[in-house]
């Protein structure tokens, strides 16, 4: 078994009414704040107005970034640290989804840095320590990007997604309030849902390492919890104990808690590419390729039998069996039909018109020009990559 | 459901080769550190051997205060406030547990305090804020202390155990090593791991709050955990995963994760007197008190019956069926068995001996001198309390 070290610092203030606390953790650093958003939706919501209310009454001079894109862009990153740097901003607000919470984080690192550009800082030509202080306040339950200590850019010049990691760009708080996510359109919820369960795939319990049965067997709770509540957040945007386990389990996910111990290198999120080749969400992306992947493992080698078996029976309800192939195929179809049905997203890329796809392109992108990713679940060659991707058309 | 904030700071340091990091954590603080232990047992230990050599090969200048007592006296205490305020030292380092522990949070407190004595502060007689560094290096999987931000400590003057709380006195570091308790003997590691279940109980599965699904379902699969892993630990003392689990688990019954959103009053930690009243161990306690907790609510009331059956279900493996009350009767027997039989502890005082108790002093001590429990899962009147403690014999 792995030694580990876990430590996450982020104050999470959970609930309806919290956002009266957000003025104190902002004078922790200092008078000004730039708020980041991706555009006119957030900023015609009451919450954009009640945080800025919060902030003006409390005498906190408040900037503006908006229009941040989905996978953000180095470019208004660095926009953002234009204005961080020409005004002495001490905190980077981030209103909305993991896109714009890692943009603040770069811009955060990048504003405190020798260089004006967060690509200098991912190329490793700036080195960087210190951060602004970065405030999450999620507007959607998906990447759990709010207590994480990573980022990811997107360089559309050169066509590349890659980001920084540090401690020091981990949110310092995070304001997390299930009711700012009951507008979240059914189709984006499904999304962000699924990539919760993809993080919790990936990292934590389709792994090769020993497993430490206490973090593997919560894992496999917060599948199953989230396997249970969130069709209900898709029919009931507005059923607050839904909202509220779907936006806490996010941040589970991802909060370094699940992965303490292990070290496995992740398979979907390596061959998700259909978010940076054909811009489709990201979610979206994983939810197509995961029943792929899992069948592809299982058709070449049994040895997967169990552990998929075991996920279909403690988490997606099928019955047990004595032929733990059968019960492993069970367990994928049970998963696909869960995201065609219960989930409504599409389970291959055709349904979307989509009947081709740059596959040499995306396979050297998910092996990162390596021969094979060595260290996943199950070791995937180049022509494994590219088999599963024929798969998801 | 209640909102809720939750941050925990505490840098984990698990497993097997991670003593090399003490020094780092140490020298963030000063050069100084008081060492705090239980006496002989661990001074002659290859762990306090393997302790000095890390901190004096660091020119770290060691102190030393031996014999810190189960349930640890305000005299203790203060002796080492003394040290501290007398050499400057800026770091206290708990090697033992939960006592050793909660013993160095309250020198760490009363250091930076304008007294000398933790009593002033307990009684609010002397205001704290701040602290020296506390880091927590446990050697049995019990209380989860490690991870947590209170102390209880003794003033055998006057009988009371009393304590304080604050984000000051949480660890700032812990040294999570599962081979420190190999040689837990198997009736303090039966003890201590039922310590870990009654946090579970008392402040988490049995709660009369909404509860958040998540955090339910986390504390259900820990239960079941430790139910699973605990007569490992007992049968096996060097099985490293079942000492590894025990200990991590003791720190996420305790680290308010599982907590948060949930306001109720423990019933069993308040029930609680035998360690106080007759110096049996607290984790003793707990398990005989458990089942009759139990069996007086069902007897009393079979609203509890839904809950008792679910835990019989999911955590104790009981079979399910259609009459709740019958299952969760058979939920309790289950406990008093596995108690029994695979944690080999005694399930009545007569057991140990004990054929009376000073009743009413304990009914007085769990009511804190109120008229009953009124936040508890089960209102508890000063009868109630009487009746469960005639039980116990």
Not at 230 to 241: F, G, Q, S, T, V
Not at 330 to 357: R, T
């Given at each position: 078994m792995n030694d580990f070290q876990f430590q996450n610092t982020t104050k999470v203030y959970f609930g309806k009414n919290q956002l009266s606390h957000l003025h104190k953790e902002v004078l922790k650093y200092g008078n000004k704040v730039l708020i980041a958003h991706g555009g006119n939706f957030i900023k015609n919501s009451s919450l954009y107005q009640n945080v800025i209310d919060e902030l003006e009454s409390n005498h906190i001079q408040v900037f503006e970034l908006g229009a941040v894109e989905p996978n953000p862009r180095h470019t208004t990153v660095n926009k953002g640290v234009k204005i961080c740097k020409e005004n002495d901003i001490q905190t980077v607000l981030a209103i909305g989804g993991g896109s714009t919470i890692d943009c603040c984080k770069a811009i955060a690192a990048t504003a405190l840095s020798d260089s004006d550009n967060i690509w200098d800082l991912i190329e490793g030509k700036v080195s960087w320590k210190d951060a602004l202080a970065v405030i999450a306040m999620p507007t959607i339950a998906s990447t759990g990007s709010e207590m994480d200590k990573s980022c990811v850019i997107a360089n559309v010049e050169l066509g590349v997604k890659s980001g920084i990691n540090g401690k020091a760009i981990r949110p310092k708080a995070a304001f997390l309030d299930p009711t700012n996510t009951f507008s979240v359109p059914p189709h984006q919820t499904a999304c962000g849902g699924f990539d919760i369960m993809a993080h919790l795939f990936?990292?934590?319990?389709?792994?090769?390492?020993?497993?430490?049965?206490?973090?593997?067997?919560?894992?496999?709770?917060?599948?199953?919890?989230?396997?249970?509540?969130?069709?209900?957040?898709?029919?009931?945007?507005?059923?607050?104990?839904?909202?509220?386990?779907?936006l806490w389990a996010a941040s589970w996910a991802l909060n370094s808690f699940c992965t303490s111990g292990f070290k496995t290198q992740a398979s979907l999120h390596a061959l998700e590419q259909f978010s940076s080749t054909l811009d489709l969400t990201h979610g979206l992306g994983l939810a197509i390729l995961t029943p792929k992947w899992m069948k592809y493992l299982l058709d070449r080698d049994q040895s997967v039998a169990n552990d998929f078996a075991r996920f279909g029976v403690n988490v997606m309800g099928v019955e047990d069996g004595n032929d733990?192939?059968?019960?492993?195929?069970?367990?994928?179809?049970?998963?696909?039909?869960?995201?065609?049905?219960?989930?409504?997203?599409?389970?291959?890329?055709?349904?979307?018109?989509?009947?081709?796809?740059?596959?040499?392109?995306?396979?050297?992108?998910?092996t990162k020009g390596e021969k094979s990713l060595p260290r996943a679940y199950r070791q995937l060659t180049k022509e494994d990559c590219a088999h599963i991707y024929c798969m998801c058309l």
């Open positions: 990936d990292m934590n319990y389709f792994v090769n390492a020993d497993k430490y049965p206490l973090q593997f067997n919560v894992v496999e709770t917060l599948l199953k919890t989230v396997r249970q509540k969130l069709p209900i957040a898709i029919k009931e945007p507005e059923n607050y104990e839904a909202r509220a386990t779907m733990k192939v059968e019960v492993a195929y069970q367990a994928i179809d049970a998963l696909q039909n869960f995201i065609k049905d219960e989930l409504g997203l599409p389970v291959h890329l055709s349904e979307l018109g989509i009947k081709n796809l740059p596959i040499e392109e995306m396979v050297e992108k998910a």
